[in-house]
């Protein structure tokens, strides 16, 4: 038997389309169980109804809170205490807002079947992350294998592993924080995430510090109805809006040594990049393409786009995909390969401009960020 866990709120016009969604997957009703755990609101009575009412053929458990728990002690103790009254070693869990591909089982289904290497693995996401979620960047993937890995944890729709799991909850306090090493603290771009009601924030540090990644999927086998939530307002959902998966998975294996693996920042690993750069460098270079990291040691070498004197190497910038610039040998200065003692600008060069485009206020800002542009060149000719 395999379990499906749907926290759910006060959204119920989201868990209706879910339900709907539950409703198109019968081929798979008598393998699944459901368990629904409904956070307090005023609402409760209604969300419970309306599961109860909703025709659903797999078998299903209510979990009700007496009390508000709040969206990241609700997750956290629901995928634990699920963990405990199943024997599976894995759970898939799902948000009251998202709505699944009528293939999304099928998915599953093929994910169990393949030979998967799971030691550094912390979850397999059913949903696939289209943009750099620090600066809306598009990611943009060098082969035709149907799965990455980012060291960043899925929300929207996961499959988790036991031991993984019990290890990460094992790790946190009685406030459901997760208390980084001091040598880590400066590891995260976290600055706007809610200490109060991320679960992911505390996953997210939790995966950073053990070395852990998620695979997902290049083409989602969930949609996210674009609710505003914990970390993201109306416009900003806009980064979560993804491809939906709307034909059968025939995959056998995984080979993990030929997907792409992103760091934190969605950066490629150095190794990436052996062809281009010298093996003296690219054994303990820092990849800094995006110009989001914190200079942490100055005498290592970083491949950035924050200005830099004394370059031992330069790059010009034609390519969206970032990395093509460096393995195609463009000829510029906009990247370059230097020591952390040598770079002049501590600011990412392309944050004002995508915090503008991503920003509630868009009109405004892109208008104050092209006024801005203009004023620092029309001054560079004065």
């Known amino acids: 038997m395999n379990h499906i866990l749907i926290i759910a709120y006060n ?20 393998d699944y169980k459901l368990w629904f755990v409904i956070d307090y609101s005023e609402i409760q009575s209604e969300i419970i109804e309306s599961i ?15 009390v508000n728990y709040g969206l990241k002690k609700n997750v956290i103790e629901s995928v634990t205490e699920i963990f405990e009254k199943i024997d599976s070693q894995q759970l898939i869990y799902l948000e009251d807002d998202l709505v699944l591909s009528s293939y999304t089982f099928n998915y599953i289904e ?21 943009k750099n979620e620090w600066n809306g960047f598009y990611l943009n993937f060098t082969n035709y294998h149907p799965f990455f890995a980012a060291t960043l944890p899925s929300s929207l729709g996961c499959i988790f592993f036991r031991e993984k799991w019990s290890l990460f909850r094992n790790t946190l306090d009685a406030q459901y924080r997760y208390v980084m090493p001091m040598n880590n603290q400066d590891d995260l771009p976290l600055g706007s ?25 290049k083409v989602s086998c969930v949609a996210h109805m674009g609710n505003v939530g914990t970390n993201v307002s109306k416009v900003s959902n806009a980064l979560f809006n993804s491809t939906m998966l709307y034909t059968p998975c025939n995959f056998e294996d995984i080979d993990m040594e030929k997907i792409d693996f992103l760091d934190i920042y969605f950066e490629y690993n150095p190794s990436f990049f052996k062809d281009t750069i010298d093996s003296d460098y690219t054994q303990n270079v820092v990849v800094d393409l995006y110009g989001l990291k914190k200079i942490k040691n100055l005498d290592s070498y970083y491949l950035t786009s924050k200005k830099c004197k004394n370059s031992k190497m330069s790059f010009g910038f034609e390519y969206g995909f970032l990395p093509s610039n460096i393995l195609e040998g463009v000829v510029g200065n906009y990247f370059s390969l230097a020591r952390g003692r040598d770079i002049v600008s501590k600011d990412a060069p392309f944050t004002e401009f995508f915090e503008a485009n991503f920003s509630p206020n868009f009109k405004r800002n892109i208008t104050a960020y092209i006024l801005l542009t203009l004023f620092k060149k029309a001054r560079k000719k004065w």
């Open 11 to 30: 959204r119920i016009d989201y868990l209706d389309r879910l339900l709907t969604s539950l409703r198109n997957q019968k081929s798979y009703t008598s």
């Open 52 to 66: 109860k009412s909703s025709n659903l053929e797999f078998e299903f458990e209510i979990i009700v809170r007496d």
């Open 110 to 130: 093929a994910v169990h079947r393949a030979k998967l290497d799971i030691d550094r693995l912390f979850g397999i996401s059913l949903y696939a992350q289209t």
């Open 193 to 217: 995430w809610s200490d109060t009601n991320s679960w992911k924030k505390e996953l997210l540090k939790f995966c950073v510090v053990q070395d852990l990644f998620t695979l997902y999927p």
